[in-house]
């Protein structure tokens, strides 16, 4: 769960939203510090094989089933997900990773 701007955003939710695009292979959701917001919406992403959607399409498409409020502030395109052999999220790389894009 990340606590910005006194609203509760659920990862989980917002990893949905964004995976539930075709051209996604696979997502994580993690927050970032802010001085405006305490933590905002960081999403590291996946892109399927041949895939060319960008930030843009992508927050289109998840505004379509959760509000703008839990959008991710920044988007991080990697070439593949870390996971557990197990299949279990790396959250602590993708926190790791959303932090090095603040600004």
Known sequence: CINSGGEKIFVEEVEQAILSHPEVADVLVAGRPSERWGNEVVAVVELADGAT???????????????????????????????????????????????????
Do not use: C, M
């Open 53 to 103: 959607a960008d930030q843009a399409v992508l927050a289109e498409h998840a505004n379509r089933s959760i509000a703008r409020y839990k959008l991710p502030k920044a988007w991080v395109f990697v070439d593949q997900i870390r996971r557990s052999p197990s299949g279990k999220a790396d959250y602590r790389w993708a926190k790791g990773l959303a932090a090095d894009t603040a600004s």
